[in-house]
């Protein structure tokens, strides 16, 4: 009976003994949790959509176009068969020097009275003054005017009436160094059919000409282009007086 009861302590032994290794041993078993979280991206990946309104946005920036309509000749317009159309007609000019006494340095006073102003047909009236600048029909603007240095040039615009087939502007100006009066060194005409959209048609540049032009003399500065317009503005860009006795449109 002893032997029974020690020989069944023992089997209960054995059995706990054996349960306690399996336990063990699928402990061991068992992946090891990660004692921190994987990595995520702070930012979400674009998607197609996204990337498209991306991509049409730089395509769109890219190809940016000129608001300036193109220009397009009139087929309506008249030839001028080469005479001026100038002739006779009424202009615009900007705004003309006004210079004052010893107290401002004979610089700009906007009390002053216009300096060699126009009387409104010294340009169209087919009369080219002498090459002095103190005969009479020299009409003169100024590159120290307020408005004209924001703006960069003075201007003498015309209404032709109709449109014309225009090849050719010329400008009729003085050089007469002692005076410190010279050529404008930069021409630029325009032309408009509404007197709202203007085309430039041509720019003279005469900058590495003037040290080379005859002194005391008139010149004729010739603009050549191939348009049409029956308005027409010539803008004119001066180192200081720009002298003006005749203006030709043909």
């Not at 054995?14 to 995520?40: D, I």
């Amino acid at each position: 009976m002893k032997k029974l009861s020690l020989l069944l302590a023992l089997l209960m032994i054995f059995t706990c003994c054996a349960l306690a290794s399996c336990s063990e041993e699928e402990t061991s078993s068992a992946p090891e949790a990660s004692s921190t979280a994987p990595a995520t991206s702070s930012e979400a990946p674009a998607t197609s959509s996204e990337a498209e309104s991306s991509e049409e946005a730089v395509e769109s920036s890219e190809e940016e176009v000129s608001t300036e309509p193109e220009y397009v000749k009139n087929p309506d317009a008249i030839s001028t068969e080469g005479n001026n159309v100038a002739a006779g007609k009424e202009y615009v000019i900007s705004e003309q020097f006004r210079m004052g006494g010893a107290d401002v340095g004979w610089g700009w006073d906007e009390n002053a009275a216009p300096s060699y102003p126009d009387e409104g047909f010294e340009l169209t009236n087919g009369e080219i003054p002498a090459n002095d600048y103190r005969e009479a029909g020299w009409m003169a603007l100024h590159n120290n005017t307020p408005a004209q240095q924001e703006r960069g040039y003075g201007y003498v615009q015309f209404d032709l009436g109709q449109s014309y087939e225009i090849s050719q502007v010329i400008v009729h100006s003085l050089k007469q160094t002692e005076p410190g009066i010279t050529c404008p060194y930069q021409i630029e005409v325009l032309v408009s059919e509404d007197n709202e959209t203007w085309y430039s048609a041509s720019v003279l540049n005469i900058t590495g000409e003037l040290e080379g032009m005859e002194d005391a003399a008139v010149h004729a500065l010739v603009s050549e282009m191939d348009v049409t317009g029956r308005y027409v503005e010539i803008r004119v860009t001066s180192y200081g007086w720009a002298f003006m006795g005749e203006i030709e449109i043909k």
